[in-house]
């Protein structure tokens, strides 16, 4: 039984693919490097990120992802503040938790920069919120098992954006669901789980799985 939704962040409840999209093309075209429209972007885009940017042209030689990341973090942070969270999310997490459900976050971010961001946009209703200690968005299973330890009796269903949040999912033997106009396509999503078109069907869609 589901009693916990866990919540990605980024291309989840907070609406950030675009910026995200023009922070990684000024570092691609500061570095020399072709840029990437949104659909390249949405192909290519995964975890680890240092993967991610090894797929997309830099060196590491040349520069070490830490510096990458470091001066990614640079331009995207500032313009992060600009970003509100996705139509009807906040509707979503209060009618899901009047119905009982506690509703955590689950991010790769790092924990000081979620929690600036979740402060910025108002977002509340939240119980808990898990976060890395670095910048270098490896992963986020070490999260996913200090989560299941913390509520060792409850059903999660994780609700996010990428594949690697039914990988992450699964590492705790629960399931995911996935939302269309984040970070990864559709089409894409549809291989690992159902995806849903808009945040406020979930209610729904977890009716019909009582």
């Known amino acids: 039984m589901i009693t916990h939704i866990v919540w990605d962040w980024n ?5 950030d693919f675009d910026v995200c999209v023009k922070s990684i093309n000024t570092l691609l075209a500061r570095h020399g490097l072709p840029m990437l429209s949104d659909g390249e972007y949405r192909q290519v885009f ?3 990120v240092r993967q991610y940017y090894r ?4 060196d590491f030689d040349k520069t070490p992802f830490e510096v990458l990341a470091e001066e990614y973090m640079s331009i995207y942070q500032p313009l992060s503040d600009s970003c ?9 997490v209060d009618r ?8 955590v976050v689950l991010s790769a971010s790092r924990l000081d920069h ?3 961001q979740i402060s ?3 977002l509340h209703g939240i119980a808990r919120l898990y976060g890395t200690d670095d910048i270098h968005a490896s992963g986020k299973e070490h999260l996913a098992r200090r989560l299941a330890a913390d509520y060792p009796h409850a059903g999660f269903l994780f609700v996010g954006d990428t594949p690697h949040d039914a990988l992450v999912a699964k590492h705790i033997n629960a399931d995911a669901v996935f939302l269309a106009g984040g970070h990864k396509a559709a089409e894409e999503l ?3 789980g159902p995806v849903l078109k808009d945040i406020c069907a979930l209610p729904q869609w977890l009716d019909r799985k009582k």
């Open 96 to 103: 899901l938790n009047r119905e009982g459900y506690v509703s």
């Open 114 to 116: 979620l929690e600036r």
């Open 11 to 15: 291309g989840t409840l907070f609406d």
């Open 190 to 192: 549809e291989k690992y």
């Open 84 to 92: 509100g969270l996705r139509a009807g999310a906040q509707d979503t």
């Open 46 to 48: 995964g975890f680890p």
């Open 55 to 58: 797929s997309i042209g830099f």
């Open 120 to 122: 910025k946009t108002g």
